[in-house]
């Protein structure tokens, strides 16, 4: 294990890593670079603790992280889904949630991330649960059924 068994290490364990040690688990040479450079942050206060993103809206979670190089929307949307349980997000450039609209809206093509934005509006304040059925309706299309 490149950390030890000691759990999840700290930004500043993180820091302590040479991109080589890093790049020795699998990662390349940008991705070790990106974990560095978030670690930095964590330790200079500008990534939110849990209990400052309890304070701040969703766009202001999203400014924050996505300024950071190597955090893109996708990662920041799913924190805000997955990690504080925000109900109403809508990932519309995530592949899932696309082809789950088209198969559920019988679109002949993808949407485009623009028009699922439009179309979204309808499902607030409840986007985080539309984007969970929308991933289950891309399920059906890889054959994983309900």
Same mark, same amino acid.
């Given at each position: ?60 979670? &999203? ?46 093509? &993808? ?36």
């Amino acid at each position: 294990m490149l950390f030890g068994d000691a759990g999840f290490p700290t930004p500043e364990a993180v820091l302590k890593a040479s991109p080589e040690r890093l790049r020795s688990a699998g990662l390349s040479r940008p991705k070790a670079s990106y974990i560095l450079g978030i670690a930095e942050k964590v330790v200079d206060g500008h990534i939110p603790t849990l209990d400052e993103c309890d304070r701040m809206t969703d766009v202001e979670i &999203l400014e924050r992280l996505t300024s950071i190089k190597g955090v893109g929307r996708w990662t920041a949307e799913m924190l805000l889904i997955f990690n504080l349980g925000r109900p109403d997000v809508l990932p519309v450039h995530d592949l899932g949630v696309r082809r789950g609209f088209q198969f559920a809206y019988r679109k002949r093509k &993808l949407p485009e991330p623009e028009q699922l934005a439009r179309y979204g509006v309808r499902w607030a304040p409840h986007r985080t649960a539309a984007a969970w059925y929308l991933w289950r309706a891309a399920d059906l299309l890889d054959g994983e059924g309900w």
